[in-house]
């Protein structure tokens, strides 16, 4: 039987997840405000981002009560400062959907991205949806050959960013130089908000095994144990 | 006389405010590799953003031993999660001096900024130094004023900021595409490292009044009191 410790626990990790799925739709909702000059889904994805920030703000207020009231030690005193650092990196991804879904507002009624863009941005939001849900999953299931994952995952997002960049080069590029400024930024976005994917499930290696998920001794162990249960306390 | 336990949480601060000088440092020899297609300097700042992580991980891993063992409670608890908070911030500005670093290096032996946005740069270097220094000292003092004054000049940065997309728009912009593409990521990054400083100084504000930086009643409030003096143990 769970007692309220572990209950407190167990709700920080439901706070994170619901976060996650805010931040999944906010960059969902963003691309869709981008793409088609959607002003109601721009300003649903920063009222959105308020409310992300109001968890985050919580996750914290929470977490520092339960440090002081429980005390705890070893891997739930990580499990909470680790709780920390992702909702530091979920609100962050909040702000870059909002970012986008600003951009969107900005050029309102013209659509912000050129038409040969297209299929890139939906290549790029598709692949961050992917990679949020993804660390969504890390979070409550703290697999860590998952969690690794994210780092290829990531390399397939920088081809896509590196792939808009390629077409604004002198001579290749025909739509204007405020549309190439504007391609870069709205590249970029994707490719921070897929870091921050990946910086979770960072964090989530770094709790589980102790040793940071850029070793390549720990690369080599998640490749050969694809599935490592840990703990019941959730994150 | 101060014993093992308030040494520790000195011994925190005194981690930040070096993290806070190597970021300065870095930023200042980013803008000179960039400016001067300057390699060693660019290599000097990818060196250091490695000395800035390895200060942040251990941060981290003090500021868990010392919740572990010492179980601080109220203000001291605060300031310990509230020093993991900062030193994130901090590991960032290290992370987009590198960004800049890189950049440079990408364009050896050409210089990556036109004659003309030099000028631009200077100022948001000059700026974002200012800031950071500014942060450093709110960091050691806990002073809400000072925190206060750091969303002013962010003002002025975003003043520089838009300075230069202001100069990208078609058809007043004669350096090219990649030029305007590179010039609107390097503003991009000076202003993200900018937010960082406000970011710290609003963790500050909200460690001594328990408020958010960003509600008015308290921006009335620094006004009217333009020194606080708190705590004596350091962040």
């Given amino acids: 039987m769970r007692n309220a410790y572990h209950e407190q626990i167990d ?25 088609d000059a959607d002003c109601e889904a721009a300003y649903t994805v920063i009222t959105s981002d308020a409310v992300i920030d109001k968890l985050r703000h919580d996750t914290v207020e929470r977490a520092v009560a339960f440090l002081a009231l429980q005390q705890p030690v070893a891997g739930d005193l990580r499990t909470i400062v680790t709780s920390l650092q992702i909702s530091s990196d979920l609100e962050r991804m909040g702000d870059l959907a909002r970012h986008l879904a600003e951009l969107a507002q900005t050029h309102h009624p013209a ?7 297209r299929p890139g941005v939906l290549a790029m939001c598709a692949t961050s949806l992917a990679m949020a849900a993804k660390a969504g999953r890390v979070i409550t299931s703290k697999n860590v ?10 390399e397939a997002m920088d081809r896509l960013h590196d792939e808009v960049f390629d077409q604004l080069h002198d001579g290749e590029w025909s739509h204007g130089i405020d549309a190439a400024v504007r391609m870069a930024l709205i590249a970029r976005v994707y490719e921070r908000f897929a870091d921050h994917a990946v910086s979770i499930a960072e964090r989530i290696v ?3 095994t102790g040793e940071n998920a850029s070793s390549s001794a ?3 162990q998640a490749r050969l144990r694809p599935v490592i249960a840990v703990g019941a306390a959730g994150i």
């Fill in 206 to 208: 770094y709790l589980v």
């Fill in 218 to 220: 720990l690369r080599d």
């Fill in 111 to 117: 659509v912000a991205v050129p038409s040969p863009q």
């Fill in 11 to 35: 709700a920080l990790t439901t706070r994170l997840t619901t976060m996650t799925r805010l931040v999944q739709t906010g960059m969902d909702q963003a691309t869709t405000a981008l793409l």
């Fill in 145 to 154: 050959a998952m969690a690794m994952e994210l780092r290829t995952d990531d």
